[in-house]
C-alpha cells in the first residue's frame, strides 16, 4: 500500500516543490494578516501533502481557509464556489454519510490520484485565502 509508505526522496522533493512554487506564487502578489494558528497548520499541511496523505491535506486545508477568514475578515479572498467545494469536502469527509460514504477503503486503493488532485486544489485555496492580492490576480 503506497500510502502507507514513504515516498521516495523524489517524489517528497517534487511535492515540496510543488508546494514552494504554488505558496511564492501567490506570496509575490501580496499577502495579509496571518493567524497564528493558520501559520502554523501549513508546516502541517506541507508535511501531509509531502506524504501524500491527500485526504488530510484536505481537511487541514480546509480549517486553514476557516481560521485565516476569521482573523482578516477577509470572508471574499476565495471566491464562492471553490470555498462551498471546500467546505462540502471537508465537511463530507468529517461527517461520515454510513450508507454512502465519501471516503472508502476502495478509494485508498484505486482513487488515489483523484485525491491527490483534490488535495492540490485545495492546497492552492489555502494560498489565496492567505496570500489575497488583487482580485484581479484570482486563478
Known amino acids: 500500500m503506497d500510502q502507507l509508505e514513504l515516498p521516495d526522496a523524489l517524489t517528497w522533493d517534487e511535492r515540496r516543490l510543488w508546494f514552494e512554487r504554488r505558496q511564492q506564487e501567490r506570496a509575490s ?69 454510513r450508507r454512502e460514504p465519501l471516503l472508502t477503503l476502495e478509494d485508498q486503493w484505486i482513487n488515489r490520484p483523484d485525491w491527490e488532485k483534490a488535495a492540490r486544489r485545495a492546497v492552492s485555496l489555502v494560498f489565496l485565502a492567505m496570500y489575497p492580492g488583487d482580485p484581479a490576480t484570482r486563478p
Open 29 to 97: 502578489l501580496g499577502g495579509s494578516r496571518f493567524s497564528e494558528q493558520a501559520t502554523a497548520l501549513v508546516i502541517e499541511l506541507q508535511a501531509c501533502f509531502c506524504a501524500g496523505a491527500w485526504v488530510a491535506a484536505v481537511i487541514l486545508a480546509g480549517a486553514i481557509v476557516e481560521s485565516q477568514a476569521e482573523v482578516t475578515g477577509r470572508h471574499d479572498a476565495i471566491p464562492a464556489e471553490e470555498l462551498l467545494w471546500l467546505r462540502r469536502l471537508r465537511n463530507d469527509l468529517l461527517h461520515e454519510n
